[in-house]
T-cell receptor, first 114, second 113 residues
Framework: SQTIHQWPATLVQPVGSPLSLECTVE??????LYWYRQAAGRGLQLLFY??????ISSEVPQNLSASRPQDRQFILSSKKLLLSDSGFYLC?????????????FGPGTRLTVL | SQQGEEDPQALSIQEGENATMNCSYK?????LQWYRQNSGRGLVHLIL?????REKHSGRLRVTLDTSKKSSSLLITASRAADTASYFC?????????????FGTGTSLTVIP
């Protein structure tokens, strides 16, 4: 069966510090991978999605970046965090591009920037 | 924005009652999905309805889709305290350049025992 891992579960970082959140998927190949951010009490905002290794699409301009060094690994990064980067970050995987299906979410990382 | 909107934003009902949540969206879709999120957790997929379907059932869940009105509803029958959670709709867009999903703002459901 497929599983998706995210870490860390919680993170407190000072403004201006770097960020690296990791997401890995098991039990599937060639997944579409996604990063979302959820502000407190709000819906999900799609940040990045990837259809393959090294292929990243950005939905929202921001000081975050994403990379996919391996088929089942998706990394969210920042060189300098802003206060507005605080939120709940969710990684998800979905079926290959062109295929219909649902998304499966990781447990999320709660980031607080102070 | 392609993001959907749910209403109501918050709903409080007694255990045993039915809960209805609505979702509206703006663009054409391939499918629409409903997800559930317990506080501070990841989202769990509940049900997917394709754009050529009008109604779908899964256990105590009933989803309808009206593509002419660009709206969907989620009905939870005979609610239980354990149904307390936030519920999100997401529009699914399939393409060879990458499948995309756009989420609504969510409905917070409280079921009072």
């Amino acid at each position: 069966s497929q599983t998706i891992h995210q870490w860390p579960a919680t993170l407190v970082q000072p403004v201006g510090s770097p960020l690296s959140l990791e997401c890995t998927v098991e039990g599937t190949s060639n997944p579409n991978l996604y990063w979302y951010r959820q502000a407190a009490g709000r819906g999900l905002q799609l940040l990045f999605y990837s259809v393959g290794i090294g292929q990243i699409s950005s939905e929202v301009p921001q000081n975050l970046s994403a990379s996919r060094p391996q088929d089942r690994q998706f990394i969210l990064s920042s060189k300098k965090l802003l206060l507005s980067d605080s939120g709940f970050y969710l990684c998800a995987w979905g079926p290959e591009r062109g295929q219909e299906g649902t998304q499966y979410f990781g447990p999320g990382t709660r980031l607080t920037v102070l | 924005s392609q993001q959907g909107e749910e209403d109501p934003q918050a709903l409080s009902i007694q255990e045993g009652e039915n809960a209805t949540m609505n979702c509206s969206y703006k663009t054409s879709i391939n499918n629409l999905q409903w997800y559930r999120q317990n506080s501070g957790r990841g989202l769990v997929h509940l049900i997917l309805i394709r754009s050529n379907e009008r109604e779908k059932h899964s256990g105590r869940l009933r989803v309808t889709l009206d593509t002419s009105k660009k709206s969907s509803s989620l009905l939870i029958t005979a609610s239980r305290a354990a149904d307390t959670a936030s519920y999100f709709c997401a529009t699914g867009h399939i393409s060879n350049t990458g499948n995309q999903f756009y989420f609504g703002t969510g409905t917070s459901l409280t079921v009072i025992p």
